[in-house]
């Protein structure tokens, strides 16, 4: 798991790990927490300022499905594929209330009312949506009406409605203090995958399998528009695809939905590497965000090499025993069961794992968004760092007055320069030109108002350069000298102190990883002269 800063691109911390994929993320009310459920069967919380995992929830005997805060940001409940939906405490950290279905059911989806005091999920194999009082643990009702799974659930802000969403291509409104039954129904044309409501309880959007999102007015329950997002999600050639792209239907609809904090926003991401951003009032796409560019993963890459395909079809689907001959009749028995995807009878994969979005999530404070994706969860924060500014510069700040600058011994200038340019090999060239001896005084009379971008260069030297030391003391030299003004522009500096705390940590991390292989190895160098030594 790992937090980005989208205006560098960069990451500035690591978090632990599930030992399988994440299934979902959910953020406390003012974002400082995120829980996260994977297919480990394992709930995480984090703090997203530091990147801590500070507790594992692990009563879960099958994949966590789906996860939710409490209002009032005391507890978390998750659904799970075991047919349990579970509640936490975020004070005492324990698992305080256990619900479970009549009968043995693959629960999908989880939802917890504004109130917190209802909880909701969607079932698998029976259709159903079962709710109950969060107090007590004590079944309330079971909602019936629906021919499909349902995989997504949503509780109005302000009132007391429910939405469900099935692959049976509606979406049912239910008031579930004063009816058992369905009060309205919005039908669609294909399943329905994922839903959303906006903050304002005025609308919500729906996501459905043929790659449309639909607009509907809450509360005269009509089809405001609709979204075709086929060509905007769309991602990369995937080994095993025996289509053109323009042909291939798998990656173009949209698994997953959100509104942005404002609701001014909405995120939809899918079977690809793109997350869209939409504008919901013009229902005009604003934005399309990669969450990966790594070309081992497949489905990144837009065209693939015809040297992989043969005239058998993609190499990727032809097995190497099969095609050299070489196996035994053991080797070539097809002993697999289309469907599973883990265990002994499961596809054996020959192709690297797709990249796709799972589950999309935004804080409610707008601060930061997050997407669970094949590389795992990818945070993003919203705020605005002071990268450019062209009002600093003028015509005689160039490269050349840096390295002048560099060339007549004032390093301050060259340094403050190179920050005003922006250009990275500039201000190195520049920061690893002053002499260390001089970082103390050099610190003592830095710009104030240069100090968090010179703040976040350190911290991205930190990650790429091994020149430790250099990097802390000058960290050490500017918080001392200027903690005054820091402590004073604490809110400014927040996302790039953050930046810093998680370079450092990555740092230590290395240093430790490397310190401990080093004892290793001399462990093993003197028990084996050891042994050699006579008696």
Same mark, same amino acid.
């Given at each position: 798991?790992?937090?980005?800063?989208?205006?560098?691109?960069?990451?500035?911390?690591?978090?632990?790990?599930?030992?399988?994929?994440?299934?979902?993320?959910?953020?406390?009310? #003012?974002?400082?927490?995120?829980?996260?459920?994977?297919? $480990?069967?394992?709930?995480?919380?984090?703090? =997203?300022?530091?990147?801590?995992? &500070?507790?594992?929830?692990?009563?879960?005997?099958?994949?966590? =499905? #789906?996860?939710?805060?409490?209002?009032?940001? !005391?507890?978390?409940?998750?659904?799970?594929?075991?047919?349990?939906?579970?509640?936490? #405490?975020?004070?005492?950290?324990?698992?305080?209330?256990?619900?479970?279905?009549?009968?043995?059911?693959?629960?999908?989806?989880?939802?917890?009312?504004?109130?917190?005091?209802?909880?909701?999920?969607? @079932?698998?194999?029976?259709?159903?949506?079962?709710?109950?009082?969060?107090?007590?643990?004590?079944?309330?009702?079971?909602?019936?009406?629906?021919?499909?799974?349902?995989?997504?659930?949503? /509780?109005?802000?302000?009132?007391?409605?429910?939405?469900?969403?099935?692959?049976?291509?509606?979406?049912?409104?239910?008031?579930?203090?004063?009816?058992?039954?369905?009060?309205?129904?919005?039908?669609?044309?294909?399943?329905?995958? $994922?839903?959303?409501?906006?903050?304002?309880?005025?609308?919500?959007?729906?996501?459905?399998?043929?790659?449309?999102?639909?607009?509907?007015?809450?509360?005269?329950?009509?089809? *405001?528009?609709?979204?075709?997002?086929?060509?905007?999600?769309?991602?990369?050639?995937?080994?095993?695809?025996?289509?053109?792209?323009?042909?291939?239907?798998?990656?173009?609809?949209?698994?997953?939905?959100?509104?942005?904090?404002?609701?001014?926003?909405?995120?939809?991401?899918?079977? +690809?590497?793109?997350?869209?951003?939409?504008?919901?009032?013009?229902?005009?796409?604003?934005?399309?965000?990669?969450?990966?560019?790594? *070309?081992?993963?497949?489905?990144?890459?837009?065209?693939?090499?015809?040297?992989?395909?043969?005239?058998?079809?993609?190499?990727?689907?032809?097995?190497?025993?099969?095609?050299?001959?070489?196996?035994?009749?053991?080797?070539?028995?097809?002993?697999?069961?289309?469907?599973?995807?883990?265990? @002994?009878?499961?596809?054996?994969?020959?192709?690297?794992?797709?990249?796709?979005?799972?589950?999309?999530?935004?804080?409610?404070?707008?601060?930061?968004?997050?997407?669970?994706? =094949?590389?795992?969860?990818?945070?993003?924060?919203?705020?605005?760092?002071?990268?450019?500014?062209?009002?600093? %510069?003028?015509?005689?700040?160039?490269? /050349?007055?840096?390295?002048?600058?560099?060339?007549?011994? #004032?390093?301050?200038?060259?340094?403050?320069?190179?920050?005003?340019? !922006?250009?990275?090999?500039?201000?190195?060239?520049?920061?690893? +030109?002053?002499?260390?001896?001089?970082?103390?005084?050099?610190?003592?009379?830095?710009?104030?108002?240069?100090?968090?971008?010179?703040?976040?260069?350190?911290?991205?030297?930190?990650?790429?350069?091994?020149?430790?030391?250099?990097?802390?003391?000058?960290?050490?030299?500017?918080?001392?000298?200027?903690?005054?003004?820091?402590?004073?522009?604490?809110?400014?500096?927040?996302? =790039?102190?953050?930046?810093?705390?998680?370079?450092?940590?990555?740092?230590?991390?290395?240093?430790?990883? %490397?310190?401990?292989?080093?004892? &290793?190895?001399? $462990? &093993?160098?003197?028990?084996?002269?050891?042994?050699?030594?006579?008696?």
């Amino acid at each position: 798991v790992k937090l980005w800063n989208t205006s560098t691109g960069y990451c500035f911390v690591t978090f632990g790990q599930h030992s399988a994929p994440v299934t979902d993320i959910a953020f406390s009310m #003012d974002g400082s927490l995120a829980a996260t459920g994977g297919e $480990d069967g394992k709930v995480k919380l984090w703090n =997203t300022s530091t990147g801590y995992c &500070f507790v594992t929830f692990g009563q879960h005997s099958a994949p966590v =499905t #789906d996860i939710a805060f409490l209002p009032q940001d !005391n507890g978390v409940v998750s659904a799970s594929v075991d047919g349990s939906v579970r509640a936490y #405490d975020l004070i005492r950290y324990n698992n305080f209330r256990t619900m479970t279905t009549p009968k043995p059911r693959t629960l999908l989806s989880v939802a917890v009312d504004s109130a917190g005091s209802v909880v909701a999920a969607g @079932s698998q194999d029976s259709f159903e949506v079962f709710v109950w009082q969060l107090r007590t643990g004590n079944l309330l009702e079971v909602l019936s009406g629906h021919t499909g799974p349902v995989p997504c659930l949503a /509780f109005s802000p302000s009132k007391t409605v429910l939405y469900s969403g099935s692959w049976d291509a509606t979406v049912k409104v239910w008031d579930i203090f004063s009816s058992a039954s369905a009060v309205e129904t919005m039908q669609h044309a294909s399943d329905v995958l $994922d839903i959303a409501v906006k903050q304002d309880d005025n609308e919500i959007v729906v996501a459905t399998l043929d790659g449309q999102l639909h607009f509907w007015d809450t509360e005269n329950n009509i089809l *405001k528009g609709s979204v075709s997002g086929k060509r905007d999600v769309a991602g990369g050639r995937k080994q095993t695809d025996l289509t053109s792209n323009s042909l291939n239907a798998s990656s173009k609809m949209f698994t997953s939905v959100c509104y942005s904090a404002d609701g001014k926003a909405v995120l939809a991401g899918g079977n +690809s590497k793109h997350v869209c951003v939409y504008d919901p009032r013009t229902r005009q796409l604003a934005d399309r965000i990669s969450v990966s560019e790594n *070309k081992s993963l497949d489905g990144v890459m837009q065209q693939l090499s015809s040297r992989n395909v043969t005239e058998a079809g993609p190499r990727a689907m032809i097995q190497h025993d099969v095609m050299d001959g070489k196996g035994d009749a053991k080797d070539l028995q097809d002993d697999t069961i289309p469907g599973v995807k883990r265990g @002994s009878m499961s596809t054996k994969r020959s192709v690297a794992p797709a990249i796709r979005t799972i589950d999309l999530s935004v804080a409610p404070n707008g601060n930061v968004w997050a997407a669970a994706t =094949t590389e795992g969860l990818m945070l993003f924060s919203l705020a605005h760092g002071t990268d450019f500014d062209p009002n600093d %510069l003028d015509e005689s700040i160039t490269t /050349f007055s840096v390295l002048s600058a560099i060339k007549g011994g #004032d390093y301050m200038r060259a340094l403050i320069n190179a920050l005003q340019l !922006n250009e990275k090999p500039v201000t190195r060239k520049a920061y690893y +030109s002053c002499p260390p001896d001089q970082i103390g005084s050099m610190a003592s009379n830095f710009p104030e108002m240069y100090l968090q971008p010179m703040l976040g260069f350190l911290s991205l030297e930190l990650q790429d350069s091994k020149h430790i030391d250099l990097h802390l003391r000058w960290i050490v030299a500017l918080l001392q000298t200027h903690s005054a003004w820091a402590a004073t522009h604490r809110k400014q500096l927040k996302n =790039t102190m953050r930046t810093v705390h998680g370079a450092i940590q990555e740092s230590v991390a290395d240093l430790a990883k %490397l310190s401990d292989d080093n004892l &290793f190895m001399l $462990d &093993f160098f003197r028990s084996q002269l050891a042994l050699h030594q006579p008696n």
